[in-house]
């Protein structure tokens, strides 16, 4: 991958010019059977362009109330995109087509519009469970029946992918747009990619834009993806089974209470009192020397 990144070609991609970044984008085009692309270099700017393209101020997106673009996304739905959100409460972090087509409002003044739904497979709260090619379908037919835009927040689809043997191909049409993250298991240091059509990339590219996401001589991380997406998604499946092994061994520990089926790389479990996760983490032989890494404090805003 370093070898890749220091011999690729690169050029101004605010031009459109980095032909490494054009590769990337038509590669994951391709893949999805969408018409055009474009690199970010996050996972949160991809849903929140997404969002903004997808809405006008006083819409309503529709998702699970774990979700990332709910949880993480610092709110960006409302700051950038001006919209309420519908949280449905999902199982694992999986919503089903029955509770969307539940969620959905009647058009009154005073109610916002319903207009996007928001999947993420595998849910990374859910303890990264995947949906199966009819979950999703159901749920594309719905948003297609009552005219409402779809999303994938796919930024781990891959390690969804190689559990289901579904194809990106048999995804890709079920949504508008799809987000792909570059840089969890997929192992490229910096990105994102967002699919869609045309005129949705076309709007999407200025808002990427206005967020501050152009960047110039990107073709030296856009090479690390192509190198991720041409080698590591089948290793995506070792990833997925050494989290299972893990789970495995977690359970027969005397000190966890009980761990959350894994499907795909997440685990997730309960520790028995007195163990906390905080003491979890203190006793284990790796880290117990290393200070817990903790989010900054807070500035005193
Ligand atoms: C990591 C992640 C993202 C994007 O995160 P960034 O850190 O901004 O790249 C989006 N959705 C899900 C489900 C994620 O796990």
Known sequence: MMEAMMTTEVGDEVFGEDPTVNSLEAKVAGMFGKEAALFCPSGTMTNQIAIKTHTQPL??????ESSHVYQYEVGGYAFNSGVAVNLLPGVHGKITAAQVAA???PVYDWLPKSRLVVLENTANKGGGSYYTLNEMREISVLCRQKGLRFHLDGARIFNALVETGDDTREIGPLFDSISICLSKGLGAPVGSVLCGDADF????????????????QAGILA???????????????TDNDHAKLLGQRLAQMPYVAAVRPVQTNIVIFDVHPPHTAASFWKSWPHTASKPRPSAPKPSGL
């Open 201 to 216: 990339i076309r709007q999407a590219r200025r808002y990427r834009k206005v967020m501050g996401g152009g960047m110039r």
């Open 223 to 237: 090479a690390a993806g192509i190198y991720a997406l041409d080698h590591h998604v089948s290793r995506l499946k």
């Open 103 to 105: 969620a959905i409002k």
């Open 59 to 64: 819409d309503e997106l529709i998702c699970d």
